[in-house]
């Protein structure tokens, strides 16, 4: 069946330090894969895509990577800032709209 | 802001009670989903409207029920209602011909059922 999940639930990291987000998944028939950031009272917020058929693509201080053969996302995060505190969510999507969502990794950014 | 709203924010119902939900998705955006989001989950998929019909159900009961209007606004509905259904629900819409991923969530509503 599907499931997305995440390696660890929680992260904390110092300011300015590089963060790194895991996530395994078991579905190999997703087209897309997702990082969604959540912060508290808000839904979710897309952050970076990757198609299944790429192995890397950067954004804005993020980088999602994708290791197809052991079925690892990962979502990198340079010079964290205290504004990147959220909890992160990866999601594999079947089409727009319909996304499989982990449990998440809340990130806390120590000043 | 996605400019998805939705409404109420809050809500507290009665087991057995029903309650409807509504969204107002992005201007242009004519496809609307729903999300159940327990607390400290990921969201789960309820279902999916475009342009007026459902478009694909995740593994929710009969008792979720959904529509969506010719604005392409959305209502959830959920009948004889369970403490288990306690959460965030959350929608989000998407545009026709825009990227594949983009999805705009609302902040949702939070329904606590007593």
């Known amino acids: 069946g599907e499931s997305v999940g995440l390696h660890l639930p929680t992260l904390s990291v110092q300011e300015g330090d590089n963060s790194i987000i895991n996530c395994a998944y078991s579905n190999s028939a997703s087209d897309y894969f997702i990082w969604y950031k959540q912060e508290s009272g808000k839904g979710p917020q897309f952050i970076i895509d990757?198609?299944?058929?790429?192995d890397k693509r950067q954004g804005q201080r993020v980088t999602v990577l994708l290791n197809k053969t052991v079925k690892h996302l990962s979502l990198q995060i340079a010079a964290t800032q205290p504004g990147d505190s959220a909890v992160y969510f990866c999601a594999e999507q079947v089409n727009a709209g319909k996304s499989t969502f982990g449990d998440g990794t809340t990130l806390t950014v120590k000043p | 802001e996605t400019g998805v709203t939705q409404s109420p924010t809050h809500l507290i119902k009665t087991r057995g009670q029903q309650v409807t939900l509504r969204c107002s998705s992005q201007s242009g955006h004519n496809t609307v989903s729903w999300y159940q989001q327990a607390l400290g989950q990921g969201p789960q998929f309820i279902f999916q409207y475009y342009r007026e019909e459902e478009n694909g159900r995740g593994n929710f009961p009969p008792r979720f029920s959904g529509l969506q209007f010719p604005n392409y606004s959305s209502e959830l509905n959920v009948n004889a209602l369970e403490l288990d259904d306690s959460a965030l629900y959350l929608c989000?819409?998407?545009?026709?011909?825009?990227?594949?991923?983009?999805?705009?969530f609302g902040q949702g509503t939070r329904l606590t059922v007593v």
């Open positions: 989000a819409s998407s545009p026709s011909g825009g990227r594949r991923t983009e999805a705009f």
């Open positions: 990757i198609r299944s058929n790429m």
